[in-house]
């Protein structure tokens, strides 16, 4: 993982920098700004590699970056991109179309063709993940992908809402994964985004049934995650939210040797810990920890930690020099 920023920079030679960072970590543009934001412009990107896709969190002041034709003819690695925006607003223009697009929402670009993307001048800062990736990659006729450019996928509903849930944990992760961790995400994150473009091309016949799989099995992933302070989060719960009978949803996790409440808990139990050994939250007390992860009885949260980490919370927190006992 690497981190690129403007901060190391004397502020009349952060834009040009920038200009200069942009073109290595994805293509050449032509980039501008409002000019009384030039003596306060910054941009911070966390950029990550999950196999062929590049992934970059990008949090920097409002722009606009503009892809030629000469820029074009000058360097084609013929690469995709697709945007989901973490916080901030933008809009794309693309083939004679124009996408408006918000906080979840995705959007792809061609990179092999013109188009001009901006972030909103009135979001004083923007945040969002950036992920490139060959175009070979997608299995579409191209023409048919030609129609997705500049089209906003919702954030809101449907597959696009799943999809931008998966890749905003994502984004909320980044700064934390290991290069294991990465490794083991590579082939989620481009399942996660052939499957969202095949919804919106309504061409799911065209997605091979393992990618579907894998994709939805990373989405519910997601979803538990978001939902684990819900003590009532249960299989029936997550197989209707995602559509889906409470049998696949066993198959789909036996498939990866887990159950459903054996996967559920695992995830609660590693927040636990992770809070636990958080100094600030030394404060709150073991049974309020245990319930801001969805465990409604105590002795059933002590006995679940011991037996996964073999020592109760109260000894594990003990044995942090920064962080006292209950």
Not at 144 to 166: D, H, N, P, Y
Not at 182 to 208: C, E, F, S
Not at 237 to 243: G, K, L, P, T
Not at 278 to 298: C, D, K, V
Request: with cysteine; hydrophobic share 40%.
């Amino acid at each position: 993982m690497d981190v690129v920023s403007t901060a190391d920079v004397s502020p009349g030679d952060r834009f040009a920098f920038w200009r200069e960072v942009s073109a290595k970590l994805w293509v050449p543009y032509d980039l501008a700004r409002e000019r009384q934001s030039e003596a306060g412009f910054e941009a911070r990107v966390v950029i990550c590699e999950f196999g062929p896709v590049q992934a970059t969190l990008m949090t920097t002041r409002p722009h606009s970056v503009r892809r030629t034709p000469r820029l074009i003819r000058q360097a084609d690695p013929e690469v995709f991109k697709v945007s989901c925006m973490v916080s901030g607003s933008g809009m794309l223009t693309q083939d004679g179309r124009r996408a408006e697009f918000g906080t979840g929402d995705l959007v792809l670009y061609d990179t092999s063709r013109p188009y001009l993307a901006e972030l909103r001048p009135d979001d004083s800062t923007s945040r969002m993940l950036l992920l490139r990736f060959p175009r070979a990659l997608l299995p579409f006729p191209p023409q048919e992908v030609r129609e997705l450019s500049a089209v906003c996928i919702t954030g809101t509903s449907g597959i696009g809402a799943l999809s931008s849930r998966f890749l905003l944990q994502l984004a909320d992760q980044m700064d934390e994964l290991t290069p294991a961790e990465t490794a083991r995400l590579a082939t989620l994150t481009l399942d996660v985004l052939i499957t969202a473009l095949a919804d919106a091309l309504d061409t799911q016949k065209l997605v091979p049934e393992d990618t579907r799989r894998q994709a939805l099995t990373a989405r519910i992933h997601a979803f538990i995650r978001d939902n684990l302070a819900d003590p009532d989060l249960t299989p029936n719960v997550i197989a209707a939210a995602h559509h889906i009978s409470v049998r696949y949803l066993h198959k789909l996790f036996q498939q990866e040797e887990h159950t459903v409440a054996g996967w559920s808990r695992e995830q609660r139990l590693a927040g636990c810990r992770r809070d636990l050994a958080e100094p600030r939250l030394a404060p709150y007390t073991i049974n309020a920890i245990a319930r801001r992860w969805g465990f409604t009885s105590s002795a059933h949260f002590s006995q679940a930690f011991r037996a996964r980490y073999r020592q109760s919370p109260t000894e594990f927190r003990n044995q942090l020099p920064t962080v006292h006992g209950d």
